[in-house]
């Protein structure tokens, strides 16, 4: 048994680029691509927000990787419009091979903060993860064991957005009524958009109060 932290891999993106290619998209709707200059996506792009001008963000997309629990996929996946999902299947993989290191990978709960609770839940993982090669090595099907794994089970989840999803996603997922674990992954994508397009992204509030020492590691995928 394995306890990790989430994390979360960003492509690698050219924020400018972004937004310069929804303005260029957008001006096409006043045929005032004569305008373009090199700041004028700027005040174009807040001002579309603002008045609710927002299928234009659709022409541009950013994909990312979570490692997450299926408690978190399950809240991610009820964005039906504008985002796209692989996600590892339990089906498939099967956690008694040496390919899974003969084991099953569970994200921390870190905001299970109280000793006895938390140990409670590794006693729980770690009797499942037992059951589950005993299955396992007995010939059962991935499919048959599955029905035995919890919420805090790991998973590597693809998820591909285009800007106005991003934006209605992390708007509505990374408030203090948003499960921990999602706002663990949530808000450190979010800091990142903030900093790298801040119009597109500057305005989307999120819990300031949630620990910064319980954000996943962000990074950018390589290639
Ligand atoms: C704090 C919180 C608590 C929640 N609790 C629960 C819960 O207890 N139980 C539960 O089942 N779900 C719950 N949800 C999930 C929530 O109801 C939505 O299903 C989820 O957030 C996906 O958002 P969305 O519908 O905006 O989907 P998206 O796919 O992101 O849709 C984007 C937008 O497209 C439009 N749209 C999409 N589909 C339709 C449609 N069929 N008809 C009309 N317009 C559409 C809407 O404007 C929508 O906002 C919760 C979500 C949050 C943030």
Known sequence: MEIIKPKVEVEKYDGIKIMKNIERACRTCYRSEGSITEESYKNLLKNCINR????????????????CSINSYKDLTRHRTGASFSIESTRYCNYSKDKFSNSIKFIDPVYI?????????????????????LMANN???PDQCRTMLPHSVAAEVCMTCNIREWRHVLSLRCSKMVHPEIRQILIPLLLRFKEDMPELFGDIEYDVDFPKEWYAEITTMEG
Not at 52 to 67: A, D, N, P, Q, Y
């Open 52 to 67: 609710g001008h927002e299928s234009v963000l659709e022409h541009e997309k950013i994909t990312v990787r979570f490692t």
């Open 113 to 133: 903060t109280n000793p006895n609770d938390y140990a409670c839940w590794k006693e729980c993982m770690k009797s499942i993860e037992t059951f589950y090669m």
């Open 139 to 141: 010939k059962a099907t």
